[in-house]
């Protein structure tokens, strides 16, 4: 008897998989991911040289997960030692599985999910306190380095300026990206981890402002 033909259209629907912690207290759990195209996962091995380089910084810092996507980076600062993070996704449904993930994970506490365009946030509602360094990811995906080169340097510099010393700023995206547009170039250390790219850069004092 033949077979029934394929439904091309469930064939084509992202596959749902799991994230997983990969340093710290929570090495090993997983965090839900639905596949959708519209979040793109850093591949485990830039998440794990990110978190090399940043080294013991991690530790007592207040985690900013930007274009948070599955919230990786910033639940994976919180298992290595961040005292909190705070992730800002605009996509209400992933915003929904990072809440989820954290709850699962019991450290919900620690993880506060602001469902919103980052850019929005970082110009009208980025108040966090500076009791804590900070660490900051800026993962977007990459066209936005293209489509919004100067609201995404604005983003950074605006930043970098508010962050208390000690704090770290990671920016990755791929080989379009000038990294020498950045604010302060000869300060960021650059790795590459193709097609990713990665700087990354620790404010000293305020003489970098």
């Known amino acids: ?19 997983r912690i990969i340093g710290g207290r929570l090495r090993g759990s997983t965090l839900p991911y639905s596949g959708e195209i519209v979040t793109r996962p850093m591949k485990e091995r830039v998440r794990e040289a990110i978190f090399n380089l940043v080294g013991p910084g991690v530790k007592g810092t207040l985690a900013i997960d930007l274009f948070a996507g599955t919230g990786a980076l910033g639940i994976e600062a919180v298992s290595r030692g961040a005292v909190q993070a705070i992730l800002v996704e605009r ?3 992933t915003a929904k599985l990072i809440k989820q993930g954290a709850a699962e994970l019991g450290i919900d506490q620690l993880v506060d999910v602001v469902s919103s365009d980052t850019f929005y946030w970082v110009r009208r509602q980025f108040t966090p306190a500076a009791e804590h360094p ?7 995906p990459y066209d936005l380095y293209l489509e919004q080169t100067d609201n995404l340097l604005e983003l950074i510099k605006k930043i970098a300026e508010q962050a208390p010393t000690g704090s770290i700023i990671v920016v990755e995206s791929d080989e379009r990206f000038d990294q020498s547009q950045l604010p302060w170039a000869a300060d960021w250390i650059c790795r590459s981890y193709s097609p990713a790219e990665v700087a990354i850069w620790r404010k000293l004092d305020d003489h970098q402002e």
């Open 1 to 19: 008897m033949p077979r029934p033909p394929a439904d091309k259209s469930s064939d084509s629907r992202p596959a749902a998989r799991a994230i």
């Open 91 to 93: 996509h209400f449904p």
């Open 134 to 140: 900070w660490l900051v990811f800026c993962s977007p």
